[in-house]
């Protein structure tokens, strides 16, 4: 059924197997005890940060089938996307598995991007059991975006780190596990913001619209949540999504938790915290379904928001058009 942009799912697929794994400075913050793997160099023995990062992401969805006690032929699917251009990370890992994949990008989303696909496919009987995955690196993508670590350019008081690590879940038909209850579809939302290294502001209109518009299509407020969690909007970006929500009637203040301004060490002087597509991958198939599978939450409301730039358009002046899937997360 689908009423407004969100669907509900009839037959309530779940989240029977996850993983994740984590860069060396990831794993002192609140993600390191619950992450299946943690890096003492980020580099996981590879000769370059690109080969690193696939390196991270294959292993997270290998680990996500076999803590499953599932076997590659059990898999019908992956649905992965990446950060780097062409989704090389998600398009290599895929090449070392015999399943079909199916290559998304909503940048910094596509992990609630990925589990919302997965969950429409199981639901309506296409496949059996999809794996959704994600991750990122913190020197990949500043190479790409912005600039390369050996040039050693100031980062200004605005800007995100970057999250290293990747995260992987099975998603099936199946009686235990997490349900998927219901996913909002999101917009793309562009507020004007053209400062590449403001992404919190630039997302939080993004995570806003499809968090409020998830409660109009359900009808439930947000004290029926026991948690709202968003990607990577960081300090500022947490603060900008709870006030916008707020003017709209929605007081999301004392669930709300941002992946990005948790997942480092809180003494750390981290600018605005975490980014990436791995910030909210890590900490959902890690810290947060750990949490769910002990019934310290009930119903978690996951999403995952996404900066849709690139250098070219930057380059040109163009702002930065963002997008937000959410996920409805239930025991």
């Known amino acids: 059924m689908k009423k407004g942009n969100t669907i509900f799912f009839k037959n309530k697929p779940r989240i029977t197997s996850f993983a994740a794994i984590c860069g060396s400075k990831e794993k002192e913050g609140i993600i390191g005890e619950y992450a299946d793997i943690t890096l003492e160099d980020d580099m996981y023995e590879e000769s370059t940060f690109e080969k690193a990062e696939c390196k991270m992401l294959t292993n997270a969805i290998s680990l996500a089938i076999e803590k499953g006690s599932l076997k590659e032929k059990d898999i019908d699917v992956l649905v992965s996307g990446d950060l780097l251009n062409q989704i090389i990370s998600a398009s290599f890992a895929a090449r070392d598995y015999n399943f079909p994949f199916l290559g998304v990008y909503s940048a910094c989303s596509t992990m609630s991007e990925s589990i919302m696909l997965s969950a ?62 219901s996913a909002t579809m999101g917009r793309v939302c562009d507020f004007g913001v053209t400062d590449v290294n403001n992404m919190g502001a630039a997302m939080a209109p993004a995570a806003a619209d499809t968090i409020m518009q998830h409660f109009k299509d359900t009808g439930r407020d947000p004290d029926e949540y026991d948690m709202v969690l968003t990607g990577d909007l960081g300090v500022l970006g947490s603060r900008i999504v709870k006030d916008l929500c707020w003017e709209k009637g929605y007081d999301i203040s004392d669930i709300h938790v941002d992946c990005g301004e948790i997942v480092y060490k809180v003494i750390e002087n981290e600018f605005q915290g975490g980014s990436g597509a791995g910030c909210s991958a890590v900490v959902l198939n890690s810290y947060v379904l750990s949490k769910m599978r002990a019934g310290l939450y009930k119903r978690v409301l996951f999403a995952a928001t996404g900066a849709l730039l690139s250098t070219i358009s930057s380059g040109q002046g163009e702002s930065i058009p963002c997008i937000s899937h959410v996920v409805e997360l239930e025991i």
């Open 120 to 181: 429409m496919m199981v639901d309506a009987g296409y496949v059996k059991r999809a794996v959704a995955a994600t991750g990122s690196h913190f020197a990949s993508a500043e190479r790409q975006y912005r600039f390369p670590l050996e040039q050693g350019t100031t980062r200004p008081p605005q800007s995100q780190w970057t999250v290293t690590g990747a995260g992987s879940c099975v998603i099936q038909s199946a009686t235990e596990g997490i349900k998927i209850s």
